[in-house]
């Protein structure tokens, strides 16, 4: 038994149609000791786990973790040391390896994810490293992801899984045609090839789990303040695709933070993007009405009654969760009115400036020239206000702000363009998986042939010209009697 | 002092109707202002001047009830005299003459009747000519009696008689007259463009005056200012725009032109269509203080320019086409000559600009930062130095942004496409309701798929049967 579960799995140089054999195999004799000796494992799993290194023994070591941990902890190790081994397989596994043993590896991770094992913040970080060691693209979305997202946000430990929840998620399991991978232990595989229900790395998504996700990052990013990337990830939501005009719940109470968050980062009520469906676009402008008013008042120059506004409103916001959003935008009023001045003066006196905004809180102007230097002075250094606060010979201090094309040199628009570039490659190889994965569906197949028929048929079009002659006869006609 | 207060009450009530008040006195003669028109149009402009202008209103009102009275149309008469019963009680006009009203609605009667019978015998005899002119006949009497609705289906009726290009024209012409009485701008461009299609490029030049003037006319009462005044700086041949004074005089078209010009033309196109255009300038000569204002602007004295139109504002907003489009052309005009007092320099201070362009009383500080704000004027205020600073350009600063931009608007977009093909191919659109599906009459999931693929497949077989 110890040589079995001691097998060298590491792939080396090895090809990888042996590899696949070799594997498949081991996979197959470890089910069989499984199926008849997982009273042993239980009894000697200290040894077991002692004995094997996660890393190369990577398939072994999940199957005797496994028997030990689910489907309850029944084992007499210390439940220290148990939690040490977990922790260190997840860190450490073969990736490659696991994939033969998915449904393994999913129960694993979701112990990981959701049981109170592991303390949140331990739970969380371990389990983000896992899953982008299996995924290091990060870009399928898997079962894992949302109990991820919800530990993370539950507890608060939003730190850890910005890893994961950062890369933009462009698979989904269930997706039509899936090519069938010749050997599941291909490196160059994209994600969307070996992560599925078939290898069991992943359950069955609903589109109301996809919704969660998204919503709950928009959520962890709120919580860190970070406006621009939870109104991406809000955005998600507001243009998800629909069906004959299908609207869910979700979606319109995404609106509603969609809208708030907007305001946050970029200053106004931008329009929802183009592709989001006209059925929801209509929902939207009938269920959110109390933000879209706010969203008006929010660009105008009257805070009291923006003010007002809010406070009119405030069940609605407490209904829908959003006080503290709100309260959020009105706090930031004060600071767009600033950064509105940019587009009419270059340099202007503080107290001009406390005369011409006021803050959305109170209703008021600032009550001294005092409060306005601090508010530039955050502003200034939370980057969203490009200025210098100066003092004049007699004493005034003003504000200066500085043009756009003193903020970034050549050198920085250099590296800019040159990491947007890289990231335009990285694109590569998903656009490379979407055309296989597309381009030899039956559906792709049978429209390519349509459009190469049509294409011979079309030559000399006589529907075409039939048409224009027609009019033509037309306009000779009849404009007198008409006119 | 009675009289005052009467005029208080006329002009509170005028205002409530949200009417235009002219407090200053214009520059016109009001007999001399009117000899110059003839027609219906002669009282629509005396009654204007009667409603508005606080120095005239009398007068004005006086004017018009005499006019009504020498015409046919009663309800005229009696806009005019509730007008006048507030304004002037005291006077003779004030007075309601009953018996003029029961002579000419009786005459009016018998005539239409007349009219109406005369046609009716044409018809029976089915002499095209004749049945047209009886049409046009009764028209001209329905307009004149101000029946303006019947005057146009009447007028509209003549066109299945028209058997010549000056018929149609003609019923071209009626149904104009009729639209401007109405204010209906689109339909007369409309009946313009129909009447021009079927015109040899002769007969156009022959009525061109007719044409500008009137599409002008109704491009300046649908705030189309540029187009309005390239219209009237084309009129062309003064002595035929002449015998259009029942809708405008020689007058009229040099202010609305230079005017519109002015508002709407740059430099450069001022100069060249406006004083260089030897056929305009005949009328330029009519109002010599339009063509100085032009000439101001051109040569960049601004503030001059701007003081002979404050000058003549009581005047313009007593013209019936102008007044609604005064304070707007009024404030572009004014706007253009700060912008273009500005493009020279990379800075002026504050005070050096509002000596030359601030009205008393008012923030010029104030005016500036609107027009900042709104994007017409390219530069930033500085009111620690007291400048206006224009906004230097950096074009490489700005491509290498817009570079930026579109690698990352692509970044974003190629990855939403991607994301929206695997989710309508993992089948994860949310759905519209099972009821919504059945109501669209198709089975319980149709695939977008097979419907496409039914239409794919009518296709060729339609462009088969059509070889």
């Known amino acids: 038994m110890d040589k079995l579960l001691k097998t060298d799995l590491t792939q080396g140089l090895l090809d990888n149609a042996v590899y696949d054999t070799v594997v498949k195999n081991h996979v197959q004799k470890l089910s069989d000791l499984l199926k008849k000796n997982s009273a042993d494992i239980i009894i000697h799993g200290q040894y077991f786990l002692e004995?094997?290194?996660?890393?190369?023994?990577?398939?072994?070591?999940?199957?005797?973790?496994?028997?030990?941990?689910?489907?309850?902890?029944?084992?007499?190790?210390?439940?220290?040391?148990?939690?040490?081994?977990?922790?260190?397989?997840?860190?450490?596994?073969?990736p490659v390896q696991c994939r033969y043993a998915g449904h393994y590896l999913q129960e694993v991770f979701h112990l990981a994810g959701s049981s109170d094992l592991l303390p949140p913040s331990a739970g969380?970080?371990?389990?983000?490293?896992?899953?982008?060691?299996?995924?290091?693209?990060?870009?399928?979305?898997?079962?894992?992801?949302?109990?991820?997202?919800?530990?993370?946000?539950?507890?608060?430990?939003?730190?850890?899984?910005?890893?994961?929840?950062?890369?933009?998620?462009?698979?989904?399991?269930g997706m039509a045609n899936p090519t069938e991978p010749r050997y599941l232990c291909d490196r160059d595989l994209p994600p969307s090839a070996y992560i599925s229900k078939e290898t069991g790395l992943t359950g069955i998504l609903k589109s109301t789990n996809v919704m969660e996700y998204d919503m709950l990052c928009g959520l962890m990013y709120c919580s860190r303040r970070d406006w621009a990337k939870a109104h991406v990830a809000f955005e998600r939501i507001v243009s998800f695709p629909t069906r004959e005009g299908g609207v869910s719940k979700v979606m319109v109470e995404a609106y509603k933070k969609w809208v708030l968050v907007g305001l946050l980062s970029q200053g106004r009520l931008a329009d929802p993007p183009g592709y989001t469906s006209a059925s929801a676009t209509k929902y939207y402008g009938s269920l959110a009405k109390a933000y879209t008013t706010l969203a008006v008042l929010f660009v105008a120059d009257d805070a009291q009654e923006l003010k007002a506004e809010a406070e009119k409103s405030a069940s609605v916001w407490a209904d829908d969760g959003n006080t503290s959003l709100v309260r959020e935008v009105l706090a930031a009023y004060q600071k767009w009115r600033v950064l509105g001045l940019e587009r009419v003066y270059s340099k202007i006196s503080l107290p001009e400036i406390r005369r011409q905004t006021t803050s959305a809180e109170t209703g008021q102007p600032l009550a001294g020239d005092d409060d306005v230097e601090m508010l530039l002075q955050n502003m200034i250094i939370s980057g969203m206000l490009s200025g210098v606060i100066e003092k004049n010979d007699d004493g005034t201090a003003f504000l200066t702000f500085l043009s756009?094309?003193?903020?970034?040199?050549?050198?920085?628009?250099?590296?800019?363009?040159?990491?947007?570039?890289?990231?335009?490659?990285?694109?590569?190889?998903?656009?490379?998986?979407t055309r296989d994965r597309l381009g030899t569906s039956k559906e792709y197949v049978r429209y390519a042939i349509k459009e190469k028929r049509a294409e011979k048929n079309n030559e000399p079009d006589p529907t075409f010209s039939f048409d224009v002659q027609v009019d033509d006869e037309d306009l000779m006609g009849g404009v007198i009697a008409t006119g | 002092?009675?009289?005052?207060?009467?005029?208080?009450?006329?002009?509170?009530?005028?205002?409530?109707?949200?009417?235009?008040?002219?407090?200053?006195?214009?520059?016109?003669?009001?007999?001399?202002?009117?000899?110059?028109?003839?027609?219906?149009?002669?009282?629509?402009?005396?009654?204007?001047?009667?409603?508005?202008?606080?120095?005239?209103?009398?007068?004005?009102?006086?004017?018009?009830?005499?006019?009504?009275?020498?015409?046919?149309?009663?309800?005229?008469?009696?806009?005019?005299?509730?007008?006048?019963?507030?304004?002037?009680?005291?006077?003779?006009?004030?007075?309601?003459?009953?018996?003029?009203?029961?002579a000419t609605e009786k005459a009016n009667k018998a005539e239409t009747h007349r009219l109406e019978a005369e046609l009716k015998g044409y018809k029976n005899n089915l002499v095209k000519e004749s049945i047209r002119i009886g049409h046009r006949d009764l028209g001209e009497h329905l307009e004149s009696i101000g029946d303006l609705n019947a005057a146009s289906e009447t007028?509209?009726?003549?066109?299945?008689?028209?058997?010549?290009?000056?018929?149609?024209?003609?019923?071209?012409?009626?149904?104009?007259?009729?639209?401007?009485?109405?204010?209906?701008?689109?339909?007369?461009?409309?009946?313009?463009?129909?009447?021009?299609?079927?015109?040899?490029?002769?007969?156009?030049?022959?009525d061109q005056p007719y044409h500008k003037i009137v599409s002008g006319i109704a491009l300046l009462g649908s705030g189309k200012f540029y187009e309005a005044a390239k219209c009237?700086?084309?009129?062309?041949?003064?002595?035929?725009?002449?015998?259009?004074?029942?809708?405008?005089?020689?007058?009229?078209?040099?202010?609305?032109?230079?005017?519109?010009?002015?508002?709407?033309?740059?430099?450069?196109?001022?100069?060249?269509?406006?004083?260089?255009?030897?056929?305009?300038?005949?009328?330029?000569?009519?109002?010599?203080?339009?063509r100085k204002a032009v000439t101001m602007f051109v040569?960049?004295?601004?503030?001059?320019?701007?003081?002979?139109?404050?000058?003549?504002?009581?005047?313009?907003?007593?013209?019936?086409?102008?007044?609604?489009?005064?304070?707007?052309?009024?404030?572009?005009?004014?706007?253009?000559?700060?912008?273009?007092?500005?493009?020279?320099?990379?800075?002026?201070?504050?005070?050096?600009?509002?000596?030359?362009?601030a009205k008393p009383g008012e923030s010029f500080e104030a005016e500036l930062v609107s027009m900042v704000k709104s994007g017409a004027l390219n530069a930033r205020i500085n009111t620690i130095d007291r400048l206006l600073v224009a906004v230097s350009v950096n074009p490489r600063a700005a491509m290498q942004?817009?570079?930026?931009?579109?690698?990352?608007?692509?970044?974003?977009?190629?990855?939403?496409?991607?994301?929206?093909?695997?989710?309508?191919?993992?089948g994860l659109e949310v759905k519209g309701s099972h009821k919504a599906s059945a109501l669209g009459g198709s089975g319980s999931l149709p695939g977008v798929g097979d419907i496409w693929y039914d239409n794919s497949r009518t296709q060729p077989a339609s462009g088969e049967s059509v070889a």
């Open chain 2, 299 to 357: 040569n960049g004295r601004y503030s001059s320019c701007l003081e002979i139109l404050e000058s003549y504002r009581a005047d313009y907003l007593l013209d019936i086409y102008l007044q609604k489009h005064v304070s707007a052309l009024f404030s572009m005009i004014r706007s253009k000559c700060i912008i273009q007092y500005f493009v020279p320099f990379s800075c002026v201070t504050l005070d050096t600009m509002s000596a030359a362009f």
């Open chain 2, 232 to 290: 009237f700086l084309e009129t062309g041949d003064s002595t035929v725009a002449q015998q259009y004074n029942n809708i405008i005089n020689l007058n009229d078209i040099a202010t609305y032109g230079g005017i519109l010009a002015l508002a709407s033309m740059d430099r450069l196109e001022l100069q060249s269509r406006v004083l260089d255009n030897s056929s305009f300038r005949t009328y330029l000569e009519l109002e010599p203080h339009v």
């Open chain 2, 155 to 206: 007028y509209i009726k003549m066109r299945p008689d028209a058997s010549t290009q000056a018929h149609i024209q003609d019923v071209g012409k009626h149904i104009i007259s009729i639209m401007l009485q109405k204010g209906d701008w689109a339909g007369v461009s409309g009946n313009v463009n129909k009447v021009l299609i079927n015109m040899s490029s002769e007969q156009q030049n022959a």
């Open chain 1, 404 to 433: 756009p094309s003193a903020r970034m040199s050549e050198q920085d628009v250099a590296r800019e363009l040159a990491a947007s570039a890289g990231r335009l490659k990285q694109l590569q190889p998903l656009f490379k998986a």
């Open chain 1, 124 to 173: 969380v970080e371990v389990l983000a490293i896992a899953i982008l060691r299996l995924d290091p693209t990060g870009s399928m979305l898997t079962t894992s992801h949302i109990y991820l997202a919800r530990l993370a946000y539950n507890t608060n430990t939003i730190e850890p899984a910005l890893q994961v929840i950062e890369k933009s998620i462009v698979f989904f399991p």
């Open chain 2, 401 to 426: 942004k817009k570079a930026l931009d579109a690698a990352k608007n692509y970044e974003k977009e190629a990855l939403e496409r991607i994301r929206r093909m695997s989710l309508a191919s993992a």
């Open chain 1, 51 to 94: 004995l094997l290194n996660p890393s190369i023994n990577s398939l072994s070591y999940l199957a005797v973790l496994h028997t030990l941990l689910i489907p309850g902890v029944a084992t007499t190790i210390p439940r220290e040391t148990l939690l040490e081994k977990l922790v260190l397989f997840l860190l450490t596994f073969d």
């Open chain 2, 1 to 102: 002092m009675a009289s005052d207060q009467h005029l208080l009450t006329y002009f509170t009530t005028m205002d409530n109707q949200g009417g235009i008040i002219v407090r200053d006195a214009p520059k016109l003669d009001l007999d001399l202002y009117i000899s110059n028109y003839q027609g219906r149009t002669r009282f629509e402009r005396l009654l204007l001047i009667g409603q508005c202008s606080v120095p005239l209103c009398v007068d004005a009102l006086k004017a018009a009830i005499a006019e009504a009275k020498s015409g046919k149309d009663i309800e005229r008469y009696r806009d005019a005299w509730e007008c006048i019963r507030i304004a002037a009680p005291n006077e003779p006009e004030a007075i309601f003459d009953q018996a003029w009203v029961t």
